[in-house]
């Protein structure tokens, strides 16, 4: 069901910015200084292992960081080859599996990352954890995880939660994307409604459907800990969205 969705959203996924290259730069600057931080310079291995179409790896490559970039999508996995080709930038990019990351050597990275609110696609505390021992797995010793995610201990559970991501312009045609939540427990079905509008003003929508986890960002820290991380902790200050930041 992810993948799918994902697949399907991969030619639209910078019109849900309202600039995705100010996006790229804005999250891969702001990332590359908290891996430097952290003692992780340029030219370090690191896995963004959630990657999508790219919005903090290819900021990240820019930077002159080894990235090896994964996703459970084929279809956004594509497209970051083809942005990245476009950026003459070099990366490791191919389809795997948070929950196991197959390809990935044991210690061979000095960072993993999953950015924007990725991990919750996990639909359980079990699946979380299965993700966050294979990250630690990945990391050389004091290696670092990176993950950003919606605080949904501040979101009031409305049902249907509808949330305009605004009005773009591209090729001459008006695109408008609206998402739909509808709480289910703790989880919740999220549509994504694309419709575009061509200049002559036939308008075509498809409806896109994933499921998510509303994990706390206290749950995710405990699951941290079992994980085998230690100095887990959330951070404000970096990105539009909370980073927890852990070290093996
Ligand atoms: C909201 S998107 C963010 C993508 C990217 N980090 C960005 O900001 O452009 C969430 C991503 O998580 C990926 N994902 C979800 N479950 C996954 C899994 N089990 N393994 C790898 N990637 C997964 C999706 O395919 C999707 O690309």
Known sequence: MTATFYDRLAPYYHLLYGDWEVAITRQGDALSDLLAAQGIAPGAPILDAACGIGTQAIGLARHGYRLTASDISPGAVARLR????????????????????????????????????????????????????????????????????????????????????????AAGSRFLAVQVWEWDGDQYDLRVYLTTESPTGICTTQVLTSRYYAVSIARLLALLSEAGFVDAQRRDDVLFQPVLLARR
Request: net charge neutral; proline share 3%.
């Open 82 to 169: 083809d942005e990245l080709a476009r950026r003459d930038l070099r990366a490791c990019v191919r389809v795997d599996d948070l929950r196991t990351l197959r390809s990935v050597e044991s210690e061979s990275m000095a960072a993993v990352l999953a950015c924007d609110n990725s991990l919750p696609h996990l639909l359980s505390d079990a699946e979380l954890l299965q993700a966050l021992r294979t990250c630690h797995r990945c990391l050389c010793a004091s290696g670092v995880a990176i993950f950003s995610v919606r605080d949904y201990a501040s979101i009031a559970r409305v049902n249907p939660d509808v949330r305009p991501y605004g009005m773009r312009h």
